[in-house]
């Protein structure tokens, strides 16, 4: 019973692993397209040039870099196009860790023209991932613990609704960058 309750917490793991991964994936195509497109500053959406100034300057900021040479380097690039250093190009906005809130966030903020899907709790499943991943990985909890209060049914409804969650998501962000609506 311990090892299927620990298999069964660790499908968190799994699952949180997965999804971040695909929205990472997401993300670094996107942001790929954006500079194949060649996309100006001056004409991307607001949310794109926050996040290419963001990937450019906030290790720098937060490590006490010259503000006057940041803001150099900043009005240097609102005349230029969008480019992301290549090890900047599959971070995930926002703190990194990636669940309800985090998704509805990039939805609101892309804008992406879209709503979850029914049945799918509008994603809060994301939230219990989120957590029990988290929970897991800085030792709050143990593997026995969360594995034992749920069942292997429950696992796979969560996972079921999750990845309706995530693929109709998925799709509307492949969507956004198809019709390139990352330009005003």
């Given amino acids: ?14 699952m949180y692993n997965a999804i971040e991964a695909a929205v990472r994936a997401a993300m670094e195509a996107l942001r790929r397209q954006i500079q194949q497109d060649a996309v100006t ?3 991307a959406r607001d949310f ?5 100034i963001q990937a450019a300057f906030l290790d720098k900021m937060q490590s006490g870099t010259n503000h006057g040479n940041v803001l150099t380097d ?45 049945g799918t709790a509008g994603g809060v499943d994301l939230e219990t991932i989120r957590v029990k991943r988290n929970d897991l990985s800085h030792g709050f909890e143990e593997y026995v613990a969360i594995g034992g209060g749920v069942t292997t049914g429950d696992m796979c409804a969560l996972g ?3 990845r309706r969650f995530m693929v109709s998501l998925l799709q509307a962000v492949e969507h956004y960058r198809a019709m390139k609506q990352y330009i005003r």
């Fill in 160 to 162: 079921d609704r999750t």
């Fill in 1 to 14: 019973m311990r090892s299927a309750a620990c298999i069964r917490a660790g499908v968190y793991v799994m």
């Fill in 74 to 118: 900043l009005g240097a690039m609102s005349n230029s196009i969008l480019q992301w250093h290549p090890d900047k190009l599959s971070r995930l906005p926002g703190s990194g860790n990636f669940g309800q809130t985090a998704a509805l966030t990039l939805k609101n903020s892309m804008p992406l023209t879209w709503t979850a899907p029914v």
């Fill in 41 to 43: 500053f001056a004409s």
């Fill in 48 to 52: 794109w040039r926050l996040d290419c």
